[in-house]
């Protein structure tokens, strides 16, 4: 049997052989006995698929709101910060990959006491939660549940995301969310397949753009990479994309440091003020980051 604190995961069916397909995402994982996805959080146990970071807290923290970075949601204000263990990609550029990608120290924490934890700053200028650091659309069922609660006690609810998640469970959630930013992290797919080792991800991550701009506040986030997504010509092609659906849409180009298993040398400012320049001619508010 499994262990009583496990809390079984949403959005999988069961497969022969005790298999189970998880659907949280598009990898669509079938997951044998004992196993995990490619998220490493969602397990198959005796045939059933459980969440392994349900209620599990690797970082938290009072953030700037521009941190996130949200420069159009609530200005000025602060939010309480959030993050867990996993990632259904796996840049090698990743930014927080030691909670993303390796078995960080965790402790435990129940949707309402981290709603109670949120209260407690508000008279500081505390907006709500933010659900960062690591993907925390594979943290699912404990966002669903404490922004449901938060939402109840009037808290804001931010999504840092990768954009990643099946259509399904990304309508389910969006109604309890106010605004997300969410990581373009190319514009093309063999970025995603060679860089991120996802094949179907950029049409994914696209599709949850335009989704969800229809339902909360959106801002996007590129990470510019030296030789990777840099030229002039992708950058203009993001933004036509962008502005396609809204000309409001908040760009933010961010500067890249090396990390994780990625060595090449930081994006010239150069090249981020040129790319800032191509984008700013078809969206309204593109910023520049990590300058």
Known sequence: MPNQNLHQAMYYEKAEDSKVHCYLCPRNCLISPGKVGVCRVRKNIDGELYSLNYGKITSIALDPIEKKPLYHFHPGSIIL??????????????QNWQIAHE?????????????????????????????????PTIWYEFVYETSKLAKEKGLANVLVTNGYISQEPLADTLPFIDAMNIDLKAFKASFYKDICKSENALEHVKNTIAYAVKKCHVEVTTLVIPELNDSIEEIEELAKWLASISPEIVLHLSRYFPR???????????TLSTAGEKASKYLKHVYLGNV
Do not use: H, W
């Open 81 to 94: 910060s959030v993050g867990t263990f996993g990632c259904n990609l796996k840049c090698s550029f990743c």
């Open 103 to 135: 078995t960080p120290d965790t402790y435990d924490i129940t949707p309402a006491r981290l709603v109670e934890e949120a209260q407690k700053y508000v008279s500081r200028g505390n907006v709500g939660i933010a659900y960062t650091y690591n993907e």
């Open 260 to 270: 994780y298993k990625m060595d090449k040398p930081a994006t010239p400012l150069k």
